[in-house]
């Protein structure tokens, strides 16, 4: 008999199966909890419960490890592609030359839009913000391809997520081009995923776009970095979604407003806000002592995190990229500078030192967005469309397997 857990009552113990996950810690199967005491548990912040079974992502807060099918992300961020990341969490393995070559070209075939969608955009405010668009448009893409929404067929289910894997740089793309009022850029498929979204993002239908190469792979590992972070409120939102039968692109728009949410994508925005707001090294002090400071609000935004309790693994692989893309495009902006001191000073602060609290994803990564030319409004698109292979490599997981379906009944 494996291990058992058990609990007692007032009246009684129980026993209960413990489970052993290929990493990390034990848990105590408490499926049977209702059925044997009369009980159930409570804990609405998810913080001691496993909502499902998976084998895409791995996050040990403590030691600051991520984890993508057994793979650490600062290797995967530093030696693959966004297309290999992508395909090793749809696959369960990084792809082989040859295998890699096919995924490309399947996802090239699906970038175009059914270019009814056009008019579609035409129906929204100019100066609505892009996550609006973006959850309209992906929901209404199951209205443009029906033959790809019955999720019990394998097949579908294939075609629906290469769809939106494939769709989603077009319609982020479209979703600037409308804010700025420029024409539409259709997709270039001789270009990578990411350079053909730079070139539609950029792009101008009166000039050629030529793809600066250290932007293209700073955007590349950037999406590496935010393709899936485990059950995460956005992925929870898609799985539960996806429990009731809903098709993928229902499932993926609901996942869109979940992470438009200012608690979940919104904070590398808020992080660069700040850094503005300091402006120069000088007035570091005065901040980090607001920050400790019980009775002011102020926090220091990309700093700390609900699971990592040491560095962020991301965080390294983002300070490095700000380098390389401040280098390229000769820019001299010094929240770079403001960035790197104040890293170091609330580093070697006893408060942060003390909480635990460390650089996380979001404080470099509005740095190198907006050096790169993107709107602070756009920020939270580019994790959704980073996002979205996370989304729909869990919400098959759970699909494959009926067992993993949430609260299905109403
Ligand atoms: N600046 C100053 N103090 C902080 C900060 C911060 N950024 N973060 C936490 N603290 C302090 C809190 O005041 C609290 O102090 P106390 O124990 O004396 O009351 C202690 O550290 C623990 O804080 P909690 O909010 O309880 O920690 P939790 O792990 O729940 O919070 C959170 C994590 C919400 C991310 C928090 O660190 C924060 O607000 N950070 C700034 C916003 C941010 O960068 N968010 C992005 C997260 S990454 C992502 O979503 C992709």
Redesign the pocket.
């Known amino acids: 008999m494996g291990k058992t857990a058990t609990l007692g009552t007032e009246s009684s113990n129980h026993q209960f199966p413990v489970v052993t996950g290929s990493v990390g810690p034990d848990v105590i199967d408490i499926r049977k909890l209702y059925a044997e005491t009369g009980m159930f548990t409570y804990d609405p912040g998810f913080t001691s419960t496993a909502s499902c079974e998976s084998a895409l992502t791995y996050i040990d807060g403590d030691e600051g490890v991520l984890l993508h099918r057994g793979y650490p992300i600062g290797q995967l961020a530093e030696q693959s592609s966004f297309m290999e990341v992508s395909y090793l969490l749809l696959n369960g393995e990084l792809p082989s030359k040859d295998e890699l070559a096919q995924f490309e070209t399947t996802i090239t075939r699906h970038t175009m839009l059914h270019e009814q969608l056009a008019t579609f955009y035409r129906g929204f405010r100019r100066d609505g913000h892009p996550m609006a668009i973006m959850c309209g448009v992906v929901g209404a893409l199951s209205a443009f391809y029906h033959d790809s929404t019955d999720i019990s067929d394998p097949l579908h289910r294939k075609i629906s997520s290469h769809r939106l894997i494939a769709k989603m740089p077009t319609i982020a793309a479209m979703a600037y081009k409308y804010s700025v009022g420029q024409p539409f850029v259709y997709p270039d498929n001789s270009l990578s995923y990411t350079g053909n979204f730079l070139r539609m993002t950029f792009g101008v239908p009166a000039e050629p776009y030529v793809v600066n190469p250290v932007v293209e792979k700073a955007l590349d590992r950037i999406f590496i970095l935010h393709a899936d972070h485990e059950q995460n409120a956005s992925t929870s939102t898609v799985r539960l979604a996806g429990s009731s039968g809903a098709n993928p692109f229902a499932c993926i728009a609901a996942g869109i407003a979940c992470l438009w949410g200012p608690a ?1 994508g919104g ?1 590398n925005e ?2 660069l806000n700040m850094l503005h707001e300091i402006g120069t090294p000088d007035r570091i002090p005065h901040f980090i002592e607001r ?2 400071d ?1 009775n002011d609000p102020f ?8 699971v990592y309790k040491n560095y962020d693994p991301r965080a390294t692989v983002m300070q490095q990229t700000v380098r390389e893309v401040f280098d390229a495009l000769k820019v001299n902006d010094p929240v770079f500078e403001v960035a790197l001191q104040l890293e170091e000073m609330a580093l070697n602060d006893p408060y942060f030192i003390e ?1 635990k ?1 460390f650089p ?3 404080f470099y990564s509005g740095v190198i967005l907006s050096a790169i030319g993107f709107p602070t409004t756009m920020f939270t698109v580019l994790f959704a469309l980073a996002r979205t292979v996370g989304w729909v490599a869990q919400w098959n997981e759970m699909i494959s397997d009926p067992g993993q379906i949430g609260r299905a009944h109403v």
């Open positions: 979940h904070a808020a992080a920050a400790k019980k926090r220091l935004m990309g700093f700390g995190h609900r909480k609290l996380n994803v979001d």
